[in-house]
């Protein structure tokens, strides 16, 4: 069973507009979740991370919600660029170095 | 070269054939994975080495077989695969303890074609 879930597979916006990806889980036990970046040919890389001590990290444009409550979890991107247009992981983890991924959204920021 | 380099980038390989895949990262981390990814799947973890020690195989067929003589090289040896192995094989590392707030570097992977 997917621990980890993205219902979006896909998602356009306005540059400029806010871009807003969704991410919901299903395993309490998880402590930390991440969100990767993927180009086409190329793996996925880090984008940014939380702590399930916290419910918002910000870094840059990009900034990541979490709810507990509803576990769920959201990436912000604002402004929203041309070259952010990728596909998104989220990610979690509660033992340690394994994490559980979503499928994915495929984002398209339209100049 | 830096960051994690995976070759080669395509393989097509018959089901009776056997082949390897090679991992190698230039970044000083101290575990490595190799992931799986399939059309419209989530990343699948199938080996987790730390300190080159596996110590997870996460119900992986036998056909796929690790190997990691050092800190900053990985194997996947494949055996008579079946078209359903068909997919993406990515490789990571990560540097221990700091994984679970800065996540894995990822290589570029190989594109499986099993026929």
């Known amino acids: 069973d997917q621990q980890v879930k993205q219902n979006s597979p896909s998602l356009s916006v306005q540059e400029g507009r806010i871009s807003i990806l969704n991410c919901d889980y299903t395993n309490s036990m998880f402590d930390y979740f991440l969100w990767y970046k993927k180009y086409p040919a190329e793996g996925p890389t880090f984008l940014i991370s939380i702590s399930s001590i916290k419910d918002k990290n910000e870094d840059g444009r990009f900034t990541v919600f979490l709810n507990k409550s509803a576990k769920h979890l959201s990436l912000h991107i604002v402004p929203s660029q041309p070259g952010d247009s990728a596909v998104y992981f989220c990610a979690a983890s509660y033992t340690g170095n394994q994490f559980y991924f979503g499928t994915g959204t495929s984002l398209t920021v339209i100049p | 070269e830096t960051g994690v380099t995976q070759t080669p980038r395509h393989l097509v390989m018959g089901m009776t054939n056997k082949k390897s895949l090679k991992c190698e990262q230039h970044l000083g981390h101290n575990a490595m994975y190799w992931y799986k990814q399939s059309a419209k799947k989530p990343l699948e973890l199938m080996f987790v080495y730390n300190f080159k020690e596996q110590t997870e195989n996460n119900s992986v067929p036998s056909r796929f077989s690790p190997e990691c003589p050092n800190s900053s090289h990985l194997f996947l040896h494949l055996h008579t695969l079946q078209p359903e192995d068909s997919a993406l094989y990515l490789c990571?590392?990560?540097?221990?303890?700091?994984?679970?707030?800065?996540?894995?570097?990822f290589g570029s992977g190989t594109r499986l074609t099993v026929v």
């Open positions: 990571a590392s990560s540097q221990e303890p700091q994984v679970q707030s800065r996540g894995y570097t």
